[in-house]
Structures are given as C-alpha cells and as structure tokens.
Antibody, heavy 120, light 106 residues
Framework: QLQLQESGPGLVKPSETLSLTCTVS??????????WGWIRQPPGKGLELIAN???????NYNPSLISRVTISVETSKNLLSLRLSSVTAADTAVYYC????????????WGQGALVTVSS | DIQMTQSPSSLSASVGDTVTITCRAS??????LNWYQQKPGEAPKLLIS???SLQGGVPPRFSGSGYGTDFTLTISSLHLEDYATYFC????????FGQGTKVEIK
C-alpha cells in the first residue's frame, strides 16, 4: 500500500524559507503515470496546489507562487521536497504531499499533512 | 485560470437524507472534474474522478454527474460517517479546487 509522509519544521520565521520533505513508501516515485505534488490548506480554508513534479524533473507550478517555490525529487531515496521562500503569515497552512494521476488529473494518495506556522 | 465555485458553502441534513452539492467551472472543463471528502484533521480522500467514476471502496450512495461547466455530487441516504467537507477539483487546465461544502448534522 502506497504511503506518503511529510516531515519538516512546524515553525518558520517570517521572511525565511519553508522546507518540507515527503517520503514515499510502498511504491516507486519513478512511476510512469504519476506526478507528485504539494498542496496546502490554510486553517479553516480550501485547498491550493503549490506545484507538482515528474520523476524526470518535469515541473508545474501554481503561477501565484512560482517565484518563491522550488519542488524537487530524489528518486534514489523516493523523496519529494518543497522549498518556499520569503514566507509570511499567509503561508501558514497544512502542507500535503500527494500522488497525481496525470492523465486525469486527480490526487489519489495523500500524506497526513504537516502544519507549518509562520511566526516570529 | 479556471475558477471552481461550489454551492452551498454549508448545509445541514439528517441521516437518511439525500444531499446534492453543486460545482460550477468558470470555463468548460469537459469531464475533468474530481470530488474529495475531507474529515476534520484528515487529508482529503478521493471519491469520484472524471465526473462520475466512483473510486474503489467508495460506497455506491455517492454519485457524480455533469459535463462542461456544471457538476453535481449526490449522497443518497446520508450516513453518520458522511458528515464532512466536500471539495470539487478541476484538472482540465491546471489543478484548482472549489472552496468546499461542509455537510453538518441537522
């Protein structure tokens, strides 16, 4: 059974860089049919795609975040990573990693989520 | 950008009721519409893909329909475990979610 697990600091200071890692287990990140994405959800609010990536490095970014986001994969370790720079309180959210079935565009496996709070 | 608008934002219903949630896209998205269920403190769970294809393990009381810009999620005979927030998501151009519909106990 595929499992995804986010990890990283739960508290980040304003103007600093948020860094998260997603460990994929029970399957390979080198799946030909799937991209891997980061989605966030501010407290009490809706879902927003941040970016997604194919194992070969092909990426798609949310246009509103593209200037601050870096997404990457480390295929040898089955890891997905996210970096979001110059954070503000508006970036406080639960961050999910998820598998994206690219052909139809749905997210079929999700991590449990990691709450990241931006505060001094 | 394609915007997704769900209605209502919240609703109250009793066990056994039939519930209908609507999702409207700002542009034609064919059937590139997916539905998710999210319970408090949990990640979203995929219920339906391609407007009407039920995912494995999802009870048949859940159904989806629609094409183009207007879509519906129907829950027939609401169960206690169905009280949750439901999101639609388009994947025709990029990936955007509706704002969610919270189904509460009446």
């Amino acid at each position: 059974q595929l499992q995804l697990q986010e990890s990283g600091p739960g508290l980040v200071k304003p103007s600093e860089t948020l860094s998260l890692t997603c460990t994929v287990s029970g399957g390979s990140i080198r799946s030909h049919d799937h991209f891997w994405g980061w989605i966030r959800q501010p407290p009490g609010k809706g879902l927003e795609l941040i970016a997604n990536i194919y194992y070969d490095g092909t990426t798609n970014y949310n246009p509103s975040l593209i200037s601050r986001v870096t997404i990457s994969v480390e295929t040898s370790k089955n890891l997905l990573s996210l970096r979001l720079s110059s954070v503000t309180a508006a970036d406080t959210a639960v961050y999910y990693c998820a598998r994206l079935y690219y052909n139809r565009g749905y997210f079929d496996y999700w991590g449990q989520g990691a709450l990241v709070t931006v505060s001094s | 950008d394609i915007q997704m608008t769900q209605s209502p934002s919240s609703l109250s219903a009793s066990v056994g009721d039939t519930v209908t949630i609507t999702c409207r896209a700002s542009h034609i998205i064919k059937d590139y519409l997916n539905w998710y269920q999210q319970k408090p403190g949990e990640a979203p769970k995929l219920l339906i893909s391609a407007s009407s294809s039920l995912q494995g393990g999802v009870p048949p009381r859940f159904s989806g329909s629609g094409y183009g810009t207007d879509f519906t999620l129907t829950i027939s005979s609401l169960h206690l475990e169905d009280y949750a927030t439901y999101f639609c998501q388009q994947s025709y151009s990029g990936w955007t979610f509706g704002q969610g519909t919270k189904v509460e106990i009446k």
